[in-house]
């Protein structure tokens, strides 16, 4: 068992907070104890607030390769689209790519207080098995770093028929047994990019594997692209088109929704879909503020993502967190530190489905987070717990602690060197622009 002792508060993403608690965790994975009197090997906590691991509910994984490209920021998706096809073809995406990619892309989040990351894995090259290799190798790099992964099988244009294969034959490879492997390290899902890229029977094919194989279903919705398209193409607004091909219900999450209307705040609240706010995305795109406090009053439960690097340069979903709290305003009523932190958190996981992530309780999977508050950026704090969100935007945590290992300690990852980490995909990426 490990006791993480010695915090000054532990929050535990159900709105409590508690003074001076242990964290007990078993050698289940599972959180034991919570208060006191929990045994075991100690992690001092001393001088930190201890949060649930954060959920990154949208991102993708294979653009932490492609980072700070030159003419995918501040432009069209006209423009960002082919100028991103021509460099992940100069380099190639295959399971190698993937692996490289992953590997990046998540040590950063663990080294960001992330636990979980949903990869919505949208560019697949032609397959020769069905995509399993590059699904299963962003397991691997999960399964090595002692990160949590929902693999998405996503499709953007591609034919129908092979995305839904393919999504069968990962499903069947990750997780044969249903969504989730029993230790809950990986999940898959289903996701169409949005109804700007994928036709009525993607989304129908799509949501077949899903029932088949027990899947939770992804799409994203109400970018400015997607609003623009659906006009052009169908008469429609997105949303209407989601619901009429049977994507409005409770097993869906939805990502973005810029401009929603008020109306679509109340079909979204009725249908019983999540949501997942992505302002580190949005706003530099240039698609808006999506109204996530209208959404959240309305019954809509709200997660929060980073998307990947291709808009969003950095995996720090807590200072994508610092963002939302800062914008919400500007599209209703202003939000509280700690309603964002339950969106980065709770929300985040009741998104994929998962009650047992996102949430400091007894049973509770054992993913935290200990964020040191002693340091020059939280002096002056009345509110450590609010300001793990105001102030240091850069901040990073002390240890994070996944099904109750330390994964990393002391700001140091303990799993895999961060350092082999990098060398890996600068190297993999150098040799082949090289070709």
């Known amino acids: 068992m490990l006791n993480v002792r010695g915090a000054l508060a532990v929050s535990t993403g159900a709105g ?16 034991a104890v919570l208060g006191s009197g929990a045994a075991g090997e100690v992690l001092d906590a001393t001088g930190c607030v201890v949060t649930p691991g954060l959920v990154n509910a949208h991102h993708h994984l294979l653009q932490t390769a492609f980072r700070t490209l030159p003419g995918t920021r501040g432009v069209p998706m006209a423009q960002w689209l082919p100028t991103m096809a021509a460099a992940y073809a100069a380099v190639g995406v295959d399971d190698e790519l993937a692996y490289a990619a992953a590997s990046a892309g998540l040590a950063e989040a663990l080294l960001c207080g992330v636990t979980t990351v949903a990869d919505h894995h949208l560019t697949w090259p032609p397959l020769a098995d069905d ?13 090595e770093l ?25 499903a069947q490879a990750l997780v044969p047994h249903g969504g989730v492997t029993e230790d809950g390290v990986l999940q898959v899902a289903v996701g169409p990019a949005g109804v700007h890229s994928d036709s009525p029977d993607t989304f129908r094919l799509l949501g077949e594997v899903a029932a088949a194989h027990g899947l939770r279903r992804r799409t994203q919705a109400n970018e400015q692209v997607d609003v623009v398209v659906a006009a052009e193409r169908y008469g429609r607004r997105p949303l209407e088109l989601l619901e009429e091909w049977g994507w409005l219900a409770p097993d869906v999450t939805l990502a973005h929704l810029c401009g929603v209307t008020g109306a679509e705040v109340a079909r979204l609240a009725a249908a019983g879909v999540t949501a997942t706010h992505a302002p580190g995305c949005d ?30 340069d950095a995996g720090h979903l807590l200072a994508d967190a610092r963002l939302a709290l800062q914008v919400a305003p500007l599209v ?45 950026a939280d002096a002056g704090l009345a509110d450590p717990v609010a300001g793990l969100l105001w102030a240091a935007p850069g901040r990073r945590p002390r240890h994070v ?7 990393v300690r002391d700001g140091v990852l303990q799993t895999v060197p961060e350092a082999a980490v990098v060398s890996r995909l600068r190297d993999l990426l150098a040799r082949r622009r090289a070709r």
């Open 16 to 31: 409590e907070e508690l003074a001076g608690a242990d964290v007990g965790c078993g050698d289940d994975g599972r959180v």
């Open 131 to 143: 995509g399993v290799g590059i699904a299963t190798a962003t397991a691997t790099a999960a399964r």
């Open 146 to 170: 002692g990160a949590r992964v929902a693999f998405v099988r996503g499709s953007a244009r591609d034919d129908a028929e092979t995305a839904a294969t393919s999504a069968a034959a990962i």
């Open 283 to 312: 706003l530099p795109m240039g698609w808006g503020v999506a109204p996530m406090a209208a959404l959240a009053d309305a019954g809509v439960p709200v997660g929060l993502g980073t998307s990947g690097g291709g808009f969003n």
């Open 332 to 376: 209703g009523r202003p939000v509280s530190a700690r309603e964002v932190l339950g969106w980065a958190t709770r929300g985040s996981a009741d998104g994929l489905g998962r009650t047992d992530l996102g949430r400091l309780e007894v049973g509770a999977r054992a993913d935290l987070v200990c964020w040191d508050v002693t340091g020059v």
């Open 401 to 407: 602690v996944v099904a109750g290992r330390v994964v």
